[in-house]
């Protein structure tokens, strides 16, 4: 099975553009996560979306927020972008909850 | 909610020698814990995981021990080589997620095996 495939790799952006970032789910799996990671905070959940629910959502601003489609790919947006956005942006798939998570190569971003 | 702490932040060890990394969590509720291994530049990829009617779990040269009562797992990596340097990530997933999501991450571990 093809594994967990995010586009696009690398972003620059400036502040106050807006930004989409695509996650494509190993086939089957209908739960896709999103995390931010960086280097002082490590892995933090942005939210989880199940059969194109939103099922669990963290704690971060409103400009974060995601939908995913029919086919379980899932892209999530960030507006009104920031310096402190610059992450690596990671989705992860898994076959239930809890269970494993498969993570995707990740979308570096960086907010000039 | 659910609170991961990991331990060490840094850990360096000779080839051949044993790695221990340590996690403590605080839900009694949680019920599964898996680790990641993330080379720089890579992915983290899951290396192992152990659910909690299980005490410990073994693949090849990593290992895996749950002690509940405690509310505390380790990871055990024997005869390292060079290519287990990385970072490693414990977590641990409370039931029904909320707005921590369905895993709990720790802070993270870089391990560093010199030849």
């Known amino acids: 099975k093809a594994g967990v495939t995010q586009t696009p790799r690398y972003l620059i952006k400036t502040r106050g553009q807006q930004v989409t970032l695509s996650c494509s789910p190993i086939?089957?799996?209908?739960?896709v996560s999103w995390y931010q990671q960086t280097p002082g905070q490590g892995l933090q959940f942005l939210f989880e979306?199940?059969?194109?629910?939103?099922?669990n959502k963290g704690n971060f601003p409103g400009r974060f927020s995601g939908r995913q489609f029919s086919n379980s790919r899932s892209e999530m947006n960030v507006s009104t972008l920031e310096l402190g956005d610059s992450a690596l942006y990671l989705c992860?798939?898994?076959?239930?909850?809890?269970?494993?998570?498969?993570f995707g190569p990740g979308t570096r971003l960086t907010v000039t | 909610g659910e609170n991961v702490e990991q331990h060490p932040s840094t850990l360096s060890v000779q080839e051949g020698d044993s790695a221990v990394i340590k996690c403590t969590y605080s839900?009694?509720?949680?019920?599964?814990f898996p680790w990641y291994k993330q080379e720089l530049g890579k992915r983290p990829q899951l290396i192992i995981d152990?659910?909690?009617?299980?005490g410990e779990k073994k693949d090849q040269r990593i290992a895996v021990t749950l002690n509940k009562t405690a509310k505390h797992f380790s990871l055990h990596i024997t005869e390292t080589q060079p290519e287990d340097s990385a970072v490693y990530f414990c977590?641990?997933?409370?039931?029904?997620?909320?707005?921590?999501?369905?895993?709990?991450f720790g802070k993270g571990t870089k391990l560093s095996v010199k030849p």
């Open positions: 839900d009694s509720a949680s019920n599964y």
């Open positions: 979306y199940f059969s194109e629910t939103q099922r």
């Open positions: 152990i659910r909690s009617n299980v």
């Open positions: 992860a798939s898994s076959l239930f909850t809890p269970g494993e998570q498969y």
């Open positions: 977590a641990a997933s409370p039931p029904g997620g909320g707005s921590q999501g369905n895993l709990i």
């Open positions: 086939s089957g799996h209908r739960s």
